[in-house]
């Protein structure tokens, strides 16, 4: 059973920084793909950015240059660089793994852009 735990959601003023951070336990053998999903109050969970195994990632055009997902070697861990925070950034951001047998979910953290 593969676990997710999301942190480092805040409240930061727009123009600010984040980095969130997912931690993977279980096995990782069977991963295909991890990613970043956000959901705001009456919208679908919309993919931020991906990673594939093979290494590439795919971001969603709003965060195009302004955020990066990067990885360690062990997939145990997960990361999102957030620059240049808009208020349309806000949102619960969730961890997401996609593996050979299933997919999995984290609890969501709350960012929060606000002057």
């Known amino acids: 059973q593969v676990q997710l735990v999301e942190s480092g959601g805040d409240l930061v003023q727009p123009g600010g920084s984040l980095r969130l951070s997912c931690v993977a336990s279980g096995d990782r053998s069977a991963i295909w793909h991890m990613g970043w999903y956000r959901q705001t109050p009456g919208k679908q969970r919309e993919l931020v950015a991906q990673?594939?195994?093979?290494?590439?990632?795919n971001y969603a055009d709003s965060v195009k240059g302004r955020f990066t997902i990067s990885r360690n070697d062990a997939w145990s861990s997960v990361y999102l660089q957030m620059d240049s925070l808009k208020p349309e950034d806000t949102g619960v951001y969730y961890c997401?793994?996609?593996?050979?047998?299933?997919?999995?979910w984290g609890q969501g953290t709350q960012v929060t852009v606000s002057s």
């Open positions: 997401n793994s996609r593996e050979t047998l299933d997919t999995y």
């Open positions: 990673i594939t195994a093979g290494g590439f990632t």
